[in-house]
């Protein structure tokens, strides 16, 4: 009995000593006990076989052979509570029963989708996006997801860049507040809650600037614009303790992302001090060798471990050659061991070590089937993301008692679709979606009629339909029109050199708009469009992105105005692909143009207005606001004091609203030249008709700080611009000056 009883204790105090041990400490621990074919085996990533988010180069027999040897770290595109238990047993026949990391692209919603990132930014609903995320998160987590591959944090000014819809737009501000509310959503209550998934900033770095708009093309700018314009969300995330960073298929002035030991190792794992750890994206360790940074595998796995690359997605190098790299001495241990630990702490951290099955949970994945709430959220979600452009005559809301309506256009009986790029759709979605169609007709009155005509494909020259569409628009009351491009005509590997309308829709609209019905137009898109001659023409436009699964929902609550639209858009939309790039913050140069259409001796173009179509910042909504009483609490300060800025806003309308309040900053004078206007501030706020509020922000000189020639980040005395307003072209400015 004794001898039960010691051995009771003494492996009671075992387990409380390795219980008490630090993860650090049980990281070393392990890493003690690891080959160097294990260690490596823990930075190798392979995608599932059910489906592919890149080239395909998975060979399944032979992944499930390395699982099981111990050599594989991580799984993407594996999901399930089923699929992910099954691969993580036979992580548990290898030696040390090391579990394996399951990532997702989760980026925006899981079961449950929400509208397209651009779409979501147009909200400027930083809680809205953060629930968002806290929804996705509990949906993909119950689905047996450790790791999203999300928030994508890459300011774009260049809508060809179909990557753009995943994206927040143009703006850094506005971009780093989204990451980092993408980031708390999805962590929640810290790693290792059960309805928490490890976030992921990507592209590291610069991906969204690449040249032309043309995916995986070249990035090449100054040190100064990189720290300036794209590296401060991915800063701001290290700080905010997103668990991982993925790096981007660009290269940054002739270096590869995935190699650049500049952003990877001097700053993030450097001076920002980074714990977690850089996964590759997609192969783009091995795609140095096309690159032509890298003359073969050797080589490419040499210069990515040296650069700072943690994980291998895909690309194979790393399980072939880093033994062999490290055995000759090409490669330090170290660098392997420092690698492994970072992924092997964010498994400690996972609590997947504790119990590898935790998140793998046919219970929880029920009930995250088809939650209801998360439905009804989405749908709010969705009509705060749209944007109204033009609303004449105040065209909109419609009544819901519309004799006859027509919904015309090739997306009106869409389901899927609705999902837009970078969902994972399943297969009951068509059942599960709501389609345009279904939402209309859900909120119009029993008695009215809702017609529909597809009237055209989205892409190519069929005028075969128009005849129908045009008959079925003279039986309408009013036509609503639905138009833009198709849900996978934006994301990855979709860049576009014209982003018009495709094929023959503008035709179409044409066609209808001579019956002289009165005409709603909705754009679905992951992107900004071209549409001169609707904007022109058509009296109603609504930017409807793609939504998501309650889409249908969503847009009719806008329609029938049973919400308000409050959206405003987060990029610049371009006249013509010529303008392209055009955003709002952009320099003076030292021969501005006086106005849109001043040509004379400046810079613009002598065929094209100098604005752009429909500007940064800029939505309407069916009620008016009215801004007034603008008041700085100094014209005055100097050094480490606080300007307070109050407005006051007016809802003169006849509808309860929201409207975002956006503040920006003109700096006058600079070491270097300074943008016409920076973000600096915006809120949300919703107004009851009748009624108004004082806005209030506050700046200090944090807010003024810029990069200058020398890489130095300080902000200089002088005269500033303070501009409030509703776009970033309807403000009201007040100058100061600031003494450091
Ligand atoms: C893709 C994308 C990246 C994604 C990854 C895994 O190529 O560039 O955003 O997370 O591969 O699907």
Redesign the pocket.
């Known amino acids: 009995m004794k001898r039960v009883y010691f051995l009771l204790v003494f492996s009671a105090i075992g387990m409380n000593t390795y219980a008490q041990k630090t993860i650090d400490q049980k990281v070393t621990e392990l890493l003690s006990k690891m080959t160097l074919e294990e260690k490596v085996g823990q930075m190798v990533q392979y995608s599932g076989f059910e489906y592919a ?2 080239p395909q180069q998975s060979n399944s027999a032979a992944v499930l052979e390395e699982i099981k040897k111990g050599k594989v770290g991580s799984m ?1 595109n594996v999901a399930g509570s089923g699929e992910t238990k099954a691969f993580q047993k036979l992580a548990m026949q290898s030696r040390l029963k090391i579990p394996l990391l399951f990532g997702q ?1 989760v980026i925006h919603g899981y079961r449950t989708t929400f509208p397209v990132n651009l779409g979501q930014a147009a909200s400027w609903d930083l809680d809205m996006i953060e629930k968002s995320e806290r929804i996705a998160a509990t949906e993909a987590s119950a689905y047996g997801i450790h790791w999203t ?1 999300a928030p994508m944090v890459d300011i774009a000014r260049d809508p060809r860049w179909g990557r753009v819809m995943e994206g927040s737009g143009e703006d850094t501000y506005l971009g780093t507040k989204i990451g980092l509310a993408r980031i708390k959503g999805f962590q929640g209550k810290g790693l290792g809650s059960l309805d928490a998934v490890m976030a992921c900033a ?2 590291f770095a610069a991906y969204g600037a690449a040249v032309g708009g043309r995916d995986y093309n070249a990035v090449d700018m100054s040190l100064r614009q990189l720290h300036e314009t794209y590296l401060p969300p991915f800063k701001a995330a290290a700080e905010a303790g997103v668990a991982t960073f ?1 790096n981007s298929f660009n290269d940054i002035n002739g270096i590869p992302a995935t190699a650049h030991q500049y952003i990877q190792r001097n700053l993030l794992k450097g001076s920002w001090n980074y714990k977690g750890f850089v996964v590759s ?2 192969g783009s360790i091995g795609e140095m060798i096309p690159h032509g940074y890298a003359k073969d595998g050797g080589e490419a796995a040499e210069k990515a471990i040296l650069g700072g690359s943690d994980m291998d997605m895909e690309s194979r190098v790393y399980m072939t050659e880093l033994p062999k790299l490290v055995k000759e001495g090409t490669v330090d241990i170290k660098l392997v061991d420092d690698a492994a630990g970072r992924i092997l702490t964010k498994k400690f951290e996972m609590g997947l070590f504790d119990d590898p099955y935790r998140f793998s949970n046919e219970k929880r994945q029920k009930e995250q089937t088809d939650n209801k709430k998360n439905r009804e959220f989405g749908r709010e979600f969705g009509s705060k993301s749209i944007v109204l452009l033009k609303n004449q005559q105040h065209i909109l809301p419609l009544s819901k008692s519309v004799k006859t309506v027509a919904l015309i256009g090739p997306f009106g009986k869409e389901t899927v679709a609705n999902h837009g790029f970078w969902s994972i759709a399943f297969k009951d979605d068509t059942q599960r979606i709501v389609s345009q169609f279904d939402g209309i007709r859900n909120q119009l009155d029993k008695n009215s009629t809702l017609l529909y005509a597809k009237g055209c494909n989205v892409d190519d020259q069929d005028r075969s339909m128009f005849a129908e569409a045009v008959e079925t628009a003279k039986k309408a009351d009013v036509v609503i029109m639905t138009l833009g491009e198709g849900h996978a005509m934006s994301g ?1 590997a979709k860049s576009r050199s014209n982003i018009g309308f495709s094929g023959v829709q503008e035709d179409l609209l044409k066609e209808i708009a001579k019956t002289g019905k009165p005409v709603i137009l909705m754009i679905n898109a992951g992107r900004p469009l071209i549409f001169n001659w609707a904007s022109d023409h058509i009296p109603a436009i609504m930017y409807t992105w793609w939504l998501g699964t309650e889409a249908g929902n969503s847009i009719a609550d806008i329609l029938f105005g049973t919400m308000n639209p409050s959206g405003k858009l987060p990029m610049s939309f371009p006249r013509t692909e010529g303008q392209i790039p055009v955003y709002y913050n952009h320099y003076n140069t030292g021969r501005p143009a006086k106005n849109n259409t001043d040509r004379n001796y400046v810079s613009a173009y002598i065929d094209l207005d100098n604005d752009p179509k429909y500007p940064f910042g800029y939505g309407l909504s069916y009620t008016d606001f009215q801004y007034s009483d603008m008041v700085l609490s100094s014209a005055s300060l100097t050094g480490n004091e606080t300007l307070n800025i109050s407005v006051t806003v007016s809802n003169t309308g006849k509808y309860d609203g929201e409207e975002v309040i956006q503040l920006y900053i003109r700096d006058l004078f600079g070491k270097v030249v300074r943008p016409v206007k920076e973000l600096k501030g915006f809120q949300k706020v919703f107004i009851k008709k009748g009624e108004n509020k004082q806005v209030h922000f506050r700046l200090t000189p944090e807010d003024l700080k810029f990069f200058d020639d020398t890489l130095n980040f300080d902000w200089e005395g002088g005269e500033f611009d303070i501009m409030v307003g509703t776009s970033s072209q309807n403000v009201q400015t007040k100058r100061i000056n600031w003494v450091k």
């Open positions: 988010t890149g993407l692209d591959f990507k592209h993925m994206d997609w990855e």
